[in-house]
């Protein structure tokens, strides 16, 4: 790809000219931009104003505002960048794989006619008919329309003689008598000893633009010459509009989506084929196809879009017409406007917080911005940290000191806003394609079984297969009928390879006649039988239009291979009555798991390892792609999920097996007639996972101590009176203090060292302390929940170091984030009480915040420093 070759500044050059082309068609980044300017430049006035107003006391203060400046410019100009690239990646995402999923479906189906088309141009009478042996043009017509009744994907069905006579139809022809075809596929066809497919305007369809013809020459039973050319004219139309259609499946049980989006069928040329919106694209127009690795952004009709595109994968190596691709494109101004954004909304809190924990695997900008806002957080902790009671007197001091204060509080508000949104556009994305995927698996098992069933009714209208079952009723000798039938069974099951048995039984469910295609054992299945309730349904089908599919069970053919479906038809004599059957013992354990495995596709590295899988009603697990659940086993799922209506789709975030997952699933809805109006009636659902991480133990506390820092910590003391500051922690779910006048600095958790202790109480390690760039020293770093709690810290990403001193003996507590350096009225201390008097103990006052809703332990440093050497000679404590 181009951009892999460009240098770092180039490329930086390039996306912030495409950021500046997307902000202003996305709000919510826009007022972010906003926000984080206003910050910046109150940052440099807060540092302009110590300068001028008081520049030897605020210089302390001065590094650590010019590090918050140069950290907050590097992150203000990533986040709102990683905001529009995620936007954007989340909208090219979601029409990438519509376009793929487009086409892909609509090869399979076709995929589908290049085996009808070849098996019905060997029928035998319809080859006897273009022979000359049978002239009934009347019996021919009619069985053209019953093979369309079943197969509705046909608009028509054409028998055309060598020099382009249509000789039968399925339906009512207005071409005038004696006007051959002259279509260049009919020729095509006759040469060709395989199928042909032809797209465009033809006079094999009079009245209509174009259309879309399988074609297969025909032979003479018994000579072998080319007598014919049998033409299967596709429904492209009718088939265009299902597919159109279900885009607007429904989301989450709400009402369709407004689309803001159009899907197209181009040829190599560009030239539009199909348009899901005639009055936006029409039909015969130009459009530049897009190609991988081009922008995603295009002009046409003066309208910019963002575009995607794709050609068929292929499907068992065909490859469906040349050069067609879809296409789908969405104006600039509607593409992040009126997209459902459902963010954060009704994920729990705490699997939001331990999700995020793993955004370095399934969006590292997202990870690095959230780490960039915590460094700026500590920096600006430290230099509060480092003028604590220095402004007492000084009302210039006093006067930055409150601004860094409240700028500090703020930039903590806009970082988590921010971050959230982010966040939430992230987490869209994974929802919003994991439910596409869904949705696909349960069209394309829909429109697979679809042709199952019309298989089925078609094949048992075979006469070879009636006159077998009435020679073998009226207890005539046929054997040599059976191995015809067998023959014959075997020939289907080499054009149709879904199956794994195809058998005719008869009025008493006995296997008659079978595929000999596979095992040599198969002819072991002469002489069974099929299942009594299964033999029963089939004997009362009414017409030849009816069907029955057996429950989701094993076959009793093929006890041992797992459950299937079998798919059956009524054989019946010239007046109807049924003679017994033909059975399509469907290979589902194979054929469902091609389907998982082909839309899964591969592993995308460290995105989330994703598995799917089919499921009935109860939640069973029909089939699965390579993951931990396998088929007869129920993962555990909302009830929601299981209920939901045919035709919708549910995605959440949510914790599954003990993972933090996306789980999207969705409810098939048939296809054409089949499961809608046949009567027929399985609904299947296919299920989504995807895992980005294990559970975080400490997720819920993270919650708790985000919502204190947003919030914030209500003081009442103001101006210049006796409080005390204090800087204030967190370990777990619990704020505590100590006097910011012991602190020296914090740091990351992630810098301590793991080196031995020896007999160090509650150690963890040592952490180097830095000056000018170079080690100034070592202390060493305790766990702070574990000695007051009794339960080691979890080290997450958030766990600070702060450094104490105490009597010039220097030492690190391990936390689990920072609050802030707040200065409270000595009135609002107390005394712990159930350790007042107690000179040793960790913990010995407490501090009313936020008028008494929060209570906050104060450390006291020097009962600490005293627990930590009772046990030790001074200097191996000292010794760091």
Not at 354 to 382: E, K, M, Q, Y
Not at 527 to 551: K, N, R, W
Not at 682 to 708: H, K
Request: charged fraction near 20%; charge should be negative; include cysteine.
């Amino acid at each position: 790809m181009p951009l892999e070759t460009m240098t770092a500044p180039a490329q930086r050059a390039q996306d912030l000219l495409q950021t500046d082309v997307f902000i202003p068609h996305m709000r919510q980044v826009g007022r972010c931009e906003s926000s984080l300017r206003e910050l910046n430049l109150m940052w440099r006035l807060i540092e302009s104003s110590a300068k001028m107003n008081c520049p030897q006391e605020a210089q302390a203060l001065l590094p650590m505002m010019a590090a918050t400046r140069g950290g907050f410019e590097r992150l203000e100009q990533d986040l709102v960048q990683s905001m529009v690239m995620q936007a954007v990646a989340g909208v090219t995402a979601g029409l990438s794989s519509q376009a793929q999923h487009l086409i892909d479906t609509l090869v399979r189906n076709l995929y589908e006619r290049t085996a009808d088309v070849g098996f019905l141009a060997t029928d035998a009478l319809l080859c006897g008919f273009m022979a000359g042996l049978d002239g009934d043009e009347a019996a021919i017509t009619r069985r053209l329309q019953a093979y369309r009744s079943k197969y509705t994907v046909y608009a028509d069905i054409l028998l055309l003689d060598a020099e382009g006579q249509v000789r039968a139809s399925a339906r009512e022809r207005r071409q005038a008598t004696g006007q051959p075809c002259r279509d260049a596929l009919i020729e095509r066809a006759l040469q060709s000893q395989g199928f042909v497919q032809g797209f465009g305007a033809t006079d094999l369809l009079p009245g209509q633009d174009s259309g879309l013809i399988y074609a297969h020459r025909m032979l003479h039973p018994v000579s072998r010459q080319v007598t014919g050319v049998l033409c299967l004219c596709f429904d492209f139309d009718g088939e265009m509009q299902g597919i159109w259609s279900g885009r607007d499946a429904v989301h989450d049980g709400g009402a369709p989506a407004a689309q803001t989006s159009i899907a197209l069928l181009l040829d190599e040329r560009g030239q539009v084929l199909a348009s899901s919106d005639l009055h936006w694209i029409g039909v015969g127009a130009n459009v530049r196809p897009h190609r991988d690795g081009a922008s995603a952004l295009c002009v046409h009709g003066g309208c910019t879009y963002l575009v995607q595109s794709a050609a068929s994968a292929g499907y068992q190596g065909y490859m469906g017409p040349q050069g067609w691709r879809s296409q789908i494109m969405t104006p600039l101004e509607l593409a992040f406007g009126l997209q459902s954004q459902a963010g954060l909304d009704g994920v729990d809190a705490a699997v939001a917080q331990g999700l995020l924990a793993h955004a370095h695997r399934f969006c590292p900008p997202l990870h690095a911005i959230h780490s960039a806002a915590d460094t700026i957080r500590r920096v600006v902790w430290n230099g509060r940290v480092m003028t604590a009671g220095k402004q007492m007197g000084n009302t210039r001091l006093q006067a930055v000191l409150e601004q860094i204060g409240e700028t500090g509080a703020r930039t903590n508000e806009v970082f988590s806003r921010s971050i959230d949104a982010l966040y939430g556009t992230v987490l869209d994305t994974a929802l919003r394609d994991n439910s596409l995927l869904t949705s696909l698996l349960v069209d394309l098992l829909d429109r697979n079984l679809y042709e199952r069933a019309n298989d089925c009714r078609w094949w048992a209208l075979t006469p070879q297969l009636s006159e077998l079952l009435l020679a073998l009723a009226l207890g005539e000798r046929a054997a040599e009928k059976v191995e015809e039938v067998c023959g014959l069974l075997t020939a289907i099951h080499d054009l149709y390879t879904v199956y794994q048995q195809i058998m005719v039984y008869d009025a008493r469910g006995k296997v008659v006649a079978i595929s000999q295609r596979g095992p040599e054992g198969s002819r072991e299945l002469l002489g069974t039988c099929i299942e009594e309730d299964s033999l029963l349904q089939v004997l009362a089908l009414e017409g030849t239009q009816a069907y029955h599919v057996s429950p989701w069970r094993a076959c009793a053919q093929y006890e041992d291979d797992g459950p299937t479906y079998v798919y059956h038809a009524a054989i019946r004599n010239a007046d109807g009555v049924a003679l017994g059957g033909i059975g399509l013992v469907f290979h589902a354990e194979r054929e469902f798991k091609a389907m998982l495995d082909g839309v899964i596709g591969a592993p995308s590295g460290d995105a989330g390892a994703r598995w799917v899988a089919y499921l009935d009603r109860s939640g069973m697990v029909l089939s699965s792609s390579d993951g931990p659940v396998q088929p007869g086993m129920r993962p555990d799922l909302p009830p929601q999920m299981l209920a939901l209506a045919p035709g919708q789709s549910m995605a959440r975030a949510m914790v599954h097996q003990g993972q933090y997952c996306v789980v999207a699933i969705a409810a098939g809805s048939g296809y054409r007639e089949f499961k809608r109006s046949d009567g027929y009636r399985e609904e299947v659902l296919a299920l989504s996972v995807q895992a980005f991480g294990p559970v975080q133990e400490d997720a819920m506390a993270a919650v708790v101590r985000r919502n204190t820092r947003v919030q914030g910590l209500a003081t009442a003391s103001q101006g210049s009176g006796s409080g005390l500051e204090m800087a204030t922690f967190f370990v777990g779910r619990s704020v505590l203090a100590v006097d910011a006048a012991c602190v020296l600095e914090a740091q990351s958790a992630s810098a301590i060292a793991p080196v031995s202790a020896g007999r160090l109480p509650h150690c963890v390690g040592t952490l180097a302390r830095r000056n000018q760039g170079g080690v100034a020293g070592y202390v060493w770093v305790f766990d702070l929940g574990a000695m007051l709690f009794g339960e080691p810290a979890t080290r997450t990403a958030q766990s600070q170091v702060i450094v104490l001193e105490h009597q010039g003996l220097k030492l690190g507590v391990l936390v689990s984030d920072l609050e802030g350096v707040v200065r409270f009225e000595s009135g609002q201390l107390r005394l712990a009480p159930a350790l007042a008097g107690a000179a040793d103990q960790l913990v010995d006052r407490l501090i009313r915040a936020n008028d008494g809703d929060l209570l906050i332990q104060c450390l006291n440093v020097a009962a600490l420093v005293r627990t930590l050497k009772a046990p030790l000679p001074m200097e191996q404590l000292a010794g760091g």
